[in-house]
T-cell receptor
Framework: LAKTTQPISMDSYEGQEVNITCSHN???????ITWYQQFPSQGPRFIIQ???TKVTNEVASLFIPADRKSSTLSLPRVSLSDTAVYYC???????????FGTGTRLLVSP | DTGVSQDPRHKITKRGQNVTFRCDPI?????LYWYRQTLGQGPEFLTY????????KSRLLSDRFSAERPKGSFSTLEIQRTEQGDSAMYLC????????????FGPGTRLTVT
């Protein structure tokens, strides 16, 4: 399973776009990139998943360059309720189990 | 069905006691997972069921830990002879075949061993 590196914390203000970058230099051919969000005292929640290029859903966008050695989660116009820990995970879906790092703590201020 | 549920939400026990947690997955999901999370860390995988079969166990799951999913529906996680190091949030998740890492987590059971 590929190791991931992401910033420990980030600060932002309401209404701004937030980009969280994750490095995964050892990503394998079969690996997907997945992002989860976790609020205090709750279980993680799936946000988005991608393999290459760009993926967008109603919550976020995921940008993956051609070499796939990094990825960027983009949250448009964040609000206070986006304050959470964001985890970047990389792995082969066939393994099923999720391997979490320590994540990025995003604090959104008024 | 409103999602994955776990019971109890909080458990305080004395060292040496046995505890059991229950997880009810989303009804149509055939896969069920247990994770453990300590303060400031991401969740760590413990074990995984496909229907009633336990297919993988982490080395974190010592002999004092046992998990079951007898009918392929709900699951229980038992910790025998609890230790202070067992204090953590125990998370359950479920998913379907082909979900490619999209697991649905419950709210967790917070265990405190005194």
């Amino acid at each position: 399973l590929a190791k991931t590196t992401q910033p420990i914390s980030m600060d932002s203000y309401e209404g701004q776009e937030v980009n969280i970058t994750c490095s995964h230099n050892n990503i394998a051919t079969n690996d997907y990139i997945t992002w989860y969000q976790q609020f205090p005292s709750q279980g993680p929640r799936f946000i988005i998943q991608g393999y290459k290029t760009k993926v967008t859903n109603e919550v976020a966008s995921l940008f993956i360059p051609a070499d796939r050695k990094s990825s960027t989660l983009s949250l448009p116009r964040v609000s206070l309720s986006d304050t959470a820990v964001y985890y970047c995970l990389v792995g082969d879906p066939g393994f099923q189990k999720l391997v979490f790092g320590t994540g990025t703590r995003l604090l959104v201020s008024p | 069905d409103t999602g994955v549920s776990q019971d109890p939400r909080h458990k305080i026990t004395k060292r040496g006691q046995n505890v059991t947690f229950r997880c009810d997955p989303i009804s149509e999901h055939n896969r069920l997972y247990w994770y453990r999370q300590t303060l400031g860390q991401g969740p760590e995988f413990l074990t995984y069921f496909q229907n009633e079969a336990q297919l993988e166990k982490s080395r974190l799951l010592s002999d004092r830990f046992s998990a079951e999913r007898p009918k392929g529906s709900f699951s229980t996680l038992e910790i025998q002879r609890t230790e202070q190091g067992d204090s953590a949030m125990y998370l359950c998740a479920s998913s379907n075949d082909g979900d490619h890492y999209e697991q649905y987590f419950g709210p967790g059971t917070r265990l405190t061993v005194t």
